[in-house]
């Protein structure tokens, strides 16, 4: 299993790049946002991957961070996503849009995606609102997911732009953890976390548990 790749990029396309590593070409898929955000021809870049073997077909599949790697693999575990649809989905929503729709149930910022109907989208929403904890709780640890470049694979020091995680993405994290030891559901506690993530952004610990305890209190 190829797992990460280091190298340099030779040529890029829509949906995908050419990354030499010490002389071997890997084709690697992405998504329209990670391409985005990865530097120019001739530059050095990290990409964890994830290689899908078929019958008559290998192809490796490209991600910034192992949240991003590990939301595409339970993406395609859902019947009816392929490895397309999925790409999609975290192009238009991102790593941490993805786990923020899924934990609210809102399938349809999903079906905002390209390709994605109301039915795929719904069952995604359903078959992953369980998972999506788990997934936002790595949120916490990006920095530690993002791996240096080896001296060895480049010539000359060159920058590397830097992945952006979410503002409170370990806030997240903790709070999840408490709702969770307060008896919360891993659903609705992520689905808690979730919106008041959303409606208070730069939030610590402390502030995003008392929002997400507000909102999981019983109405009327």
């Known amino acids: 299993m190829i797992g990460k790749i280091t190298g340099r990029i030779e040529y890029r396309a829509a949906d995908h790049l050419l990354i030499d590593v010490r002389g071997v070409g890997y084709l690697i898929y992405c998504s329209e946002r990670t391409l985005a955000a990865l530097p120019g021809v001739g530059e050095v870049v990290a990409l964890f991957t994830d ?122 994290s903790e709070a999840l953890s408490a709702l969770s030891n307060l008896g919360y559901s891993p659903g609705d506690a992520a689905g808690a976390v979730a919106q008041a993530a959303g409606e208070i952004p730069d939030a610590e610990t402390p502030a995003l548990i008392r929002a997400a305890l507000k909102l999981l209190a019983p109405k009327g």
């Not at 910034?64 to 395609?76: A, D, F, G, S, Y």
């Not at 949120?139 to 480049?154: M, R, Y």
């Open 51 to 172: 290689l899908v073997v078929r019958e008559d077909l290998m192809q490796l599949f490209g991600f910034q961070t192992l949240v991003e790697k590990e939301w595409h693999r339970l993406l395609t575990s859902v019947q009816g996503v392929g490895a397309k649809a999925s790409l999609a989905i975290l192009g238009a929503l991102g790593p941490d849009g993805v786990s923020r729709a899924i934990a609210l149930g809102d399938w349809n910022a999903v079906k905002a995606a390209k390709g994605v109907g109301p039915k795929i989208a719904q069952r995604v929403v359903l078959d992953l609102k369980d998972k999506a904890p788990g997934v936002m709780a790595m949120s916490g640890t990006l920095a530690q997911a993002q791996g240096d470049v080896p001296a060895e694979v480049i010539e000359a020091p060159i920058a590397r732009k830097p992945i952006a995680s979410a503002p409170n993405a370990s806030a997240q």
